[in-house]
């Protein structure tokens, strides 16, 4: 049984796609999400109505989140309170007889509480496993820490914010964590060498079990092929050089696009003008504040693309693929270009410690 807040994009195409491969290899999956994206009948979220009233709440508490914290600390922390915005009681009508031998646990922020979690795993009694997407399990409020290092003594006096009560209320919420873990007794799964340090040094969740276990990629999706099919796909010619950046928000502080601009106008200095005329930099994902970059080389975007074939073939298109990312627990775009033999460049962050 996966316990998600979604099952697409980001975080939540992570859980949906072990679910996706454990089915495959044979075994009996089922996922509960707060919001259900995809079509598969194994997957069950709440109804349609709960659903838009749940995205509703999430929408209140990210804007309640920037007021208490400033946009820029929320955007970049991403502060989430992992308030019950979902009721438990749909539950085991929807998944009926099934009697899961494992629990799974990912992002479940604005989903479920800890003490909601709690309870769905002590209804089934099976073992708890909790599959770290980012910091935000280990923490009293905030998925990303840069910096700070509260996480390693009970989140004790926020720096994300001046106000007394706020900084109550994240020691609170952190406590409330700690007393229903223990409830749980959870195993900790990381996908990242980085987040398994980060556990270690975590005053929540050192004491439970802990594995590394990095997030698989289908080779039947990811794979080396031909580059001048993929190039005509993506309508680039067979004798550029391909740069490609990847992000849901490409103007998010946390992917670093200002510091690949910044590299790459270096790079132009060096060139010479026909080995600049080359170069071509392909971005997919939101681009929200690309225009305001000033781009030395050509470049061509792709929104978000949904159809994991045409997506995977991004890889194929490129030369190398950059992840400038400053604070990340991914991405999954690292392991799916290593997988489809296309070199990454990238600073010492996340799941590139493991993979590059």
């Known amino acids: 049984l996966h316990v998600s807040t979604g099952d697409d994009r980001g975080a939540y195409s ?7 491969n454990l089915i495959e290899a044979g075994h009996e999956s089922r996922m509960l999400v707060g919001h259900k994206v995809t079509d598969d009948p194994f997957v069950f979220a709440p109804s349609a109505w709960a659903q838009r009233l749940r995205l509703l709440g999430q929408k209140a508490l990210s804007l309640i989140s920037m007021l208490l914290f400033g946009p820029e600390e929320q955007r970049a922390r991403i502060f989430k309170w992992s308030l019950p915005l979902v009721r438990l009681g749909w ?11 494992l629990i799974i646990v990912y992002h479940v922020a604005d989903f479920l509480s800890e003490a909601q979690l709690a309870n769905l795993c002590g ?10 997407m980012d910091m935000g399990m280990l923490t009293g409020a905030c998925h990303y820490a ?3 290092g509260g996480y ?4 004790i006096e926020c720096p994300a914010t001046t106000s007394r009560l706020v900084r109550g209320l994240v020691a609170l919420k952190w406590q409330s964590k700690d007393r229903h873990y223990r ?3 959870p195993a900790i799964v990381s996908g990242s060498e980085m987040l398994d340090e980060q556990v270690r040094e975590s005053e929540l969740c050192r004491i439970y079990i802990r594995h590394k276990i990095l997030m698989g990629v289908s080779s039947d999706l990811y794979h080396p092929s031909h580059r001048s099919e993929a190039r005509q796909l993506f309508g680039l010619k067979p004798d550029d050089l391909v740069f490609y950046f990847g992000a849901q928000n490409v103007d998010d502080r946390r992917k670093g696009f200002s510091y690949l601009v910044d590299a790459l106008q270096q790079l132009n200095d060096l060139l010479s003008e026909s080995a600049r005329e080359r170069i071509v930099l392909i971005t997919v994902g939101d681009r ?3 225009g305001r970059y000033l781009l030395p080389f050509r470049h061509v975007h792709h929104g978000y693309i949904a159809d994991p074939l045409t997506f995977s073939k991004t890889y194929a298109a490129a030369d190398l693929f950059i992840c400038p990312s400053v604070q990340d627990a991914g991405p999954m775009m690292i392991n799916e270009s290593m997988m ?10 996340g799941v590139a410690k493991d993979l590059v």
Not at 14 to 20: N, P, S, T, V
Not at 91 to 101: A, R, Y
Request: glycine share 8%.
């Open 14 to 20: 992570g859980a949906y796609r072990l679910h996706r």
């Open 91 to 101: 539950v085991p009508g929807h998944i009926k007889s099934f009697e899961p031998h």
């Open 123 to 132: 209804h089934y009694r099976a073992p708890v496993v909790f599959y770290l």
């Open 146 to 148: 840069w910096s700070c």
């Open 152 to 155: 390693r003594s009970r989140c």
């Open 183 to 185: 409830r749980v007794q």
């Open 288 to 290: 929200t504040g690309v």
């Open 340 to 349: 489809s033999g296309t070199p990454v460049a990238s600073f010492d962050m």
